[in-house]
T-cell receptor, first 110, second 115 residues
């Protein structure tokens, strides 16, 4: 069975902290994605990666960076967390077609 | 550019009612089309897909037909259950540039089914 796991379901951080969200997939997929989901705004793509060490900006990359050192792992980094980054973060991986999603991390920045 | 438009929700239905959630798209070329479902507190799951014009995707009693002439991929179910209450996302594959599996999502439609 396909599996995408995220390091935490719930996370609370303080403003200014550096935050790491981890995502791991076991499908040997080339492509991985980070989204944020907010009420009324749907899913917005932050970054995606199409190979190890390769990344591209999505629609809302400001305030975020990513790391892909191994094929199975894609990390989202908030360099200095701010309250407007409070959101649900979803990771996904994909072969050539559909995407498979993790359960999400609900991040609260206080 | 490519885009997906879904009907706004929430959609509220009684159990056993007929469901339609409209989805239209704008795309160059021949994208694949998808419906994803998100149950409360969970990530998105693929519900069904169609890869070419006139294909019908189906799963768990849900159906959608890829209509190129009307650029639509409406989701239907003949008789909804309370357990179908969720957020539904329509999406298309973005085939511009390299093949990255990138999808373009609609805004999502919340379905509430009352007993």
């Amino acid at each position: 069975d396909v599996k995408v796991t995220q390091s935490s379901r719930y996370l609370v951080k303080r403003t200014g902290e550096k935050v790491f969200l981890e995502c791991v997939q076991d499908m040997d997929h080339e492509n991985m994605f980070w989204y944020r989901q907010d009420p009324g705004l749907g899913l917005r793509l932050i970054y995606f990666s199409y190979d190890v060490k390769m990344k591209e900006k999505g629609d809302i990359p400001e305030g975020y960076s990513v790391s892909r050192e191994k094929k199975e792992r894609f990390s989202l980094i908030l360099e200095s967390a701010s309250t407007n980054q409070t959101s649900m973060y979803l990771c996904a991986s994909a072969g050539a077609s559909e995407q498979y999603f993790g359960p999400g991390t609900r991040l609260t920045v206080t | 550019g490519n885009s997906v438009t879904q009907m706004e929700g929430p959609v509220t239905l009684s159990e056993e009612a007929f469901l339609t959630i409209n989805c239209t798209y704008t795309a160059t070329g021949y994208p694949s089309l998808f419906w994803y479902v998100q149950y409360p507190g969970e990530g998105l799951q693929l519900l069904l897909k169609a890869t070419k014009a006139d294909d019908k995707g189906s799963n768990k009693g849900f159906e959608a037909t890829y209509r190129k002439e009307t650029t639509s991929f409406h989701l239907e179910k003949g008789s909804v259950q309370v357990s179908d209450s969720a957020v539904y996302f329509c999406a298309l594959s973005d085939r511009s540039g390299r093949n990255t599996g990138k999808l373009i999502f609609g805004q999502g439609t919340t379905l509430q089914v009352k007993p």
